[in-house]
């Protein structure tokens, strides 16, 4: 499956996204953010920060809950002259104003936390005195070229508060995988890199993240895209050809997903600690997931994702949270294909949904028309550009 990496520019448009598409394997399930992506909850829009990476995010009418694997962080702001308070179950301050003026919560991995955004502003009065650090690249800083074999000079400054090691890493698949370049290193500025052997790309990026007692506490991302020149082999590309779609339907799209499982063509696990294409909670809480046969728990991102799969909730499992947490997370639920068109927030253009979250754009209105009826029109989701990261972009239907 290809996964969108979003990236650190706005507003990003579909057609730019389609382009914009970073490989990653079937079985990732994590998501990093190049872009700061805005996150609508309850009527208030929040700010994912670029460098964020989480496993699950489910956002609920007034909050999201957020879960980090091991060494993973996310930020999150609530901006604004008077940005109101992101309160928490993680025990973190609901308020933390930046000199900007707005409120950071930064999250560490391994952990699953509810945010529900405040109806009332944090106290701004002391803003200009916050010490929270902020890191900011220098170079490689997007435009460069680096040569396999290369000493190079990587460079950062640091305002703010105290920033007391990083940790360095580096992307050749545009945000898709972080090897390390070096861990716990000293916050002096600057590191002499021999650039490794590596696979020439134009969507390299470079890392800084900010680390104090184990826990990240600030990150950046190279603005934009720099080059490697490597030699090792390259895995030829998928086709750039457009291939028009021929014979979509949705209504055998629909039926050809009788299950999330087979939708995502799960393999059959030998011990399953829930019952295989069950839905299941934990006593008291709101969020639900989908038990596949792989043994994993899939997150339904939101209520519209669930009900194109699902009427209500009648039948859900619950379980206690000590037998939950013994389920792995197998990644996110997409909507079932042929019930609903998606778009993003912040583009107009409109998809058909196929098996595994495989998005089509649907080209011309006499296309809809014939797949999804005259009112085609009153069936399609927006998609908020924080999930869109679950899905990839595939060939057109033009006719």
């Given at each position: 499956m290809r996964m969108t990496i979003l990236r650190k520019s706005s507003p990003v448009s579909v057609a730019v996204l389609s382009v914009l598409i970073g490989l990653m394997p079937a079985a990732a399930s994590a998501a990093t953010y190049l872009q700061d992506t805005n996150l609508v909850v309850g009527g208030q829009t929040l700010k994912v920060m670029a460098g964020s990476e989480y496993q699950s995010l489910v956002v609920a009418s007034n909050s999201f809950m957020v879960t980090l694997a091991e060494g993973q962080a996310f930020i999150v702001r609530s901006p604004g002259i008077f940005p109101m308070s992101l309160d928490n179950d993680a025990l973190q301050p609901g308020c933390r104003v930046l000199t900007?003026?707005?409120?950071?919560?930064?999250?560490?991995?391994?952990?699953?936390?509810?945010?529900?955004p405040g109806t009332a502003p944090c106290d701004t009065s002391n803003y200009?005195?916050?010490?929270?650090?902020?890191?900011?690249?220098?170079?490689?800083?997007?435009?460069?070229?680096?040569?396999?074999?290369?000493?190079?000079?990587?460079?950062?400054?640091?305002?703010?508060?105290?920033?007391?090691?990083?940790?360095?890493?580096?992307?050749?698949?545009?945000?898709?995988?972080?090897?390390?370049?070096?861990?716990?290193?000293?916050?002096?500025?600057?590191?002499?890199?021999t650039v490794p052997s590596v696979t020439t790309t134009d969507n390299a990026r470079l890392r800084v993240q900010g680390v104090n007692q184990g826990l990240v506490t600030a990150i950046d991302i190279s603005n934009s895209d720099f080059r490697f020149e490597g030699t090792k082999t390259a895995v030829p590309p998928p086709s750039m050809i457009i291939t028009p779609v021929v014979g979509y339907d949705p209504a055998d799209a629909t039926q050809d997903a009788a299950t999330i499982g087979i939708d995502k063509n799960l393999p059959h696990a030998l011990f399953n600690t829930c019952i295989a294409d069950t839905r299941i909670k934990v006593i008291g809480q709101d969020a639900v997931y989908y038990c596949g046969r792989d043994g994993k728990r899939y997150v339904f991102p939101n209520r519209k994702t669930h009900d194109t799969w699902y009427e209500g909730f009648n039948g859900?499992?619950?379980?206690?949270?000590?037998?939950?947490?013994?389920i792995p997370l197998g990644g996110n639920v997409t909507y079932r294909p042929g019930v609903?068109?998606?778009?993003?927030?912040?583009?107009?253009?409109?998809?058909?949904?196929?098996?595994?979250?495989?998005?089509?754009?649907?080209?011309?209105?006499?296309?809809?028309?014939?797949?999804?009826?005259?009112?085609?029109?009153?069936?399609?989701?927006?998609?908020?550009?924080?999930?869109?990261?679950?899905?990839?972009?595939?060939?057109?239907?033009?006719?």
């Open positions: 900007t003026r707005d409120n950071q919560l930064i999250l560490n991995g391994p952990r699953t936390v509810t945010v529900t200009s005195t916050d010490t929270t650090p902020f890191l900011a690249i220098s170079q490689p800083n997007g435009g460069e070229t680096l040569k396999e074999g290369q000493a190079y000079q990587i460079f950062w400054s640091t305002s703010g508060g105290t920033v007391g090691n990083v940790r360095l890493s580096y992307s050749t698949d545009g945000g898709a995988t972080w090897p390390t370049i070096v861990d716990n290193k000293s916050n002096d500025g600057f590191y002499s890199w859900v499992v619950e379980l206690d949270l000590a037998t939950m947490q013994k609903r068109m998606v778009k993003i927030q912040t583009a107009n253009e409109v998809f058909a949904v196929d098996a595994n979250g495989l998005l089509h754009h649907i080209a011309t209105e006499a296309a809809a028309k014939r797949l999804y009826g005259s009112d085609w029109n009153k069936k399609i989701d927006d998609l908020p550009d924080a999930f869109f990261v679950n899905y990839a972009i595939g060939d057109p239907i033009l006719e």
